[in-house]
């Protein structure tokens, strides 16, 4: 019991760390190229980054505004679970890891987070959390991405970015000579 309990905190905690690789493929991929599926890339590309932008007045949500397009699709947490359920079963089949649930509370929980992070950066309230380290940190790297839109890919959790030479820090950003993107 105690072995089952320590494999699938472990894959929770790896997959959680894959969590940052698979939404850096998602954003790059699906929400920043028109390639697979246009209506991600519409719904992220042309209306998210066009209503939300670098300069601190735009990047927040404004009175008035639509809220959509902040948030995935309701069905997004769910899409991601049915992909990766069988994944994790035949993983778990073929090896002697139990990997399955600790896998799957490891992509809701990055999910919610992600859509947490996301949400209060563009809909700031005020909130005890917004003063944070961790969220003034990632609020800045999320800004950046709203300028360099291939750029700081991940929103919270930064691993992907730098393993993938796409961390861009918020301080360069303005540095003469340079372009958007
Ligand atoms: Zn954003
Ligand atoms: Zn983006």
């Not at 105690?2 to 690789?21: H, K, V, W």
């Not at 360099?148 to 000579?177: E, K």
Request: glycine share 4%; proline share 4%.
């Amino acid at each position: 019991m105690s072995s089952t309990i320590t494999s699938e905190s472990i894959a929770f905690i790896f997959f959680f760390l894959y969590g940052s690789f698979c939404e850096w493929v998602f954003h790059k991929h699906l929400f920043h190229s028109p390639q697979f599926i246009k209506r991600t890339f519409n719904a992220h590309t042309v209306v998210h980054h066009q209503r939300y932008k670098y300069e601190p007045e735009s990047y927040k949500w404004q009175e008035g505004q639509e809220k959509d397009h902040i948030a995935m699709d309701w069905f997004a947490l769910p899409l991601f679970i049915g992909f990766h359920l069988p994944l994790f079963a035949l993983f778990e089949h073929f090896t002697v890891w139990k990997c399955l649930w600790g896998g799957i509370a490891a992509i809701t929980v990055y999910c919610f987070i992600y859509e947490y992070f996301h949400y209060c950066m563009h809909v700031p309230t005020g909130r005890l959390f917004e003063r944070s380290p961790v969220f003034r940190f990632a609020k800045e790297h999320h800004r950046t991405h709203h300028k360099y839109m291939l750029q700081n890919l991940n929103v919270f959790s930064p691993l992907a970015d730098l393993c993938l030479g796409t961390c861009r820090s918020p301080a360069s950003v303005g540095r003469a000579g340079e372009t958007s993107n």
